[in-house]
């Protein structure tokens, strides 16, 4: 008897060694995904820094300046669904390292710009760089969900997320030093008119930060080629798709996604229509009354604010229900927003700085509680919550509003926002079937 025994232990043994083999590959493999995830919060970023650059350079007013946002996320809505079909055809590390590729041609499109002086080419190359990063976004999300066990994907996804958020942090001192600092703009007072040559100087110091960013996804491109991530074939991730698509009407039975679709819109309008109008804001004289490059280390506070807010969160959901920590967040963001509207001085600022801390766990929030009790549809749906993304591009909205209404009262439309976030957390990401009915719809 002692051979079959013997025998089963040592099958046992190996299991257990493939097992944590599989585990540390996992792991080597979130640490090198944590890095695209912190390149695509920088980079989003830097636009934050960018764009009250943009209207000094080009002249423009907030309609137009908030296009420029638009632009960017109406890329999430175009590009999902290519980004998607081309995961499905080359599989997951191939269109990591495509989306990085494109990235990279982006950000060389915005120096090609900056030479050209041409708000047509800056719109185009953003737009590039925004098509990078939504296949990134489709390709790493799912990835990161089921690369490890099931039951620990949520404290994955929101451990990759902080990476996200410490690039979100970071971008704004990059971005302030490098362009807002070495430019004349950056350093005038609010309203000051640039002399062509001023805005040509301008418009040319975006190059040097956008050639550095350029070198590293190039160098991040090649580290991923050739790291052996966990397998997880485009052929499987096909047949799922297609698998969902047969019950595709099955996914509109589930409330939770249904509108946990629209609250991923509606919030991002929010949480973008903050961070790009973030400086100007702070600049005016009756709130902060600072110069763009002074604003820039305040918006550094904002993003910093989300980080600290998802650990915070993180730790209150450990006692408390997800539901409940994300309604306490959409009524202290819709408190803060309205003290912005109405308030001036250090007060509308510190309002505004604050409003970081609650809008930290919205997104991650909200994505898991859409596609709780999915089941077999859990990739379709992350898919349909992935696109609304898009909603970002409705900042030109807060943007039309600024030029007719004041910039200062358009945040209301930020707080509007947030109340729909609250209706999502109260009652519209109930589960509208069972556990166990969801689970083989």
Not at 19 to 35: D, H, I, M, Q
Not at 91 to 111: C, D, E, K, N
Not at 167 to 181: D, K, N, R
Not at 372 to 391: C, H, N, Q, V
């Amino acid at each position: 008897m002692a051979g079959p025994i013997a025998g089963a232990g040592t099958a046992a043994a190996r299991a257990g060694e493939a097992a944590a083999g599989a585990r540390g590959s996992a792991r080597r493999a979130l640490s090198l995904l944590a890095s695209l995830f912190f390149m695509w919060g920088f980079i989003t970023v830097i636009n934050n820094t960018l764009l009250p650059h943009l209207r000094s350079v080009f002249d423009l007013d907030y309609t137009q300046t908030t296009l420029i946002e638009s632009v960017w996320f109406i890329a999430y809505f175009v590009a999902s669904i290519p980004a998607a079909a081309l995961i499905a055809r080359i599989g997951y590390q191939r269109a990591l390292v495509s989306g990085l590729a494109i990235m990279a041609a982006g950000t060389l499109g915005m120096v090609w710009a900056s030479h050209a002086v041409s708000y047509g080419i800056t719109l185009t190359a953003l737009f590039v760089i925004a098509s990078g990063i939504t296949l990134l976004q489709v390709a790493a999300n799912p990835y990161v969900a089921v690369v490890g066990p099931a039951e620990s994907a949520p404290a994955r996804l929101n451990l990759v997320q902080a990476f996200n958020s410490l690039g979100t942090a970071l971008a704004p001192l990059f971005g302030g030093y490098l362009i807002l600092g070495r430019s004349a703009s950056g350093n005038a007072a609010a309203g000051t008119v640039l002399t062509p040559a001023e805005r040509l100087a301008d418009a040319q110091s975006v190059q040097l930060p956008y050639l550095i960013v350029a070198a590293i996804l190039v160098v991040l491109a090649v580290a991923i080629a050739r790291f052996p991530l966990p397998a997880m074939g485009g052929e499987a991730g096909a047949a799922r798709d297609a698998g969902a698509g047969r019950t595709g009407r099955a996914l509109w039975r589930h409330r939770n996604l249904v509108l946990g679709v629209p609250a991923i819109f509606i919030y991002l309008i929010a949480e973008i229509g903050v961070s790009n109008l973030f400086i100007s804001f702070v600049a005016l004289p009756e709130i902060g009354d600072l110069t763009h490059a002074q604003a820039a280390r305040y918006l550094f506070l904002l993003w910093g604010g989300m980080m600290v807010g998802r650990f915070v969160g993180s730790y209150l959901m450990q006692g408390r229900s997800a539901e409940t920590v994300l309604a306490g967040a959409a009524l202290g963001a819709c408190a803060v927003m309205l003290v912005a509207a109405f308030a001036s001085g250090p007060l509308a600022m510190w309002a505004l700085i604050s409003v970081g801390l609650f809008h930290a766990i919205m997104f991650p929030t909200i994505f898991t509680l859409g596609i709780r009790g999915l089941g077999p549809l859990t990739e379709a749906g992350a898919g349909l919550l992935i696109m609304a993304i898009a909603g970002g591009a409705l900042v030109v909205v807060q943007g039309w509003a600024a030029d007719r209404f004041g910039l200062q009262h358009s945040f209301l439309i930020t707080a509007a926002c947030e109340l729909y976030v609250l209706f999502y957390a109260l009652w519209g990401c109930r589960p509208s079937l069972p556990d166990r009915r969801a689970a083989g719809a």
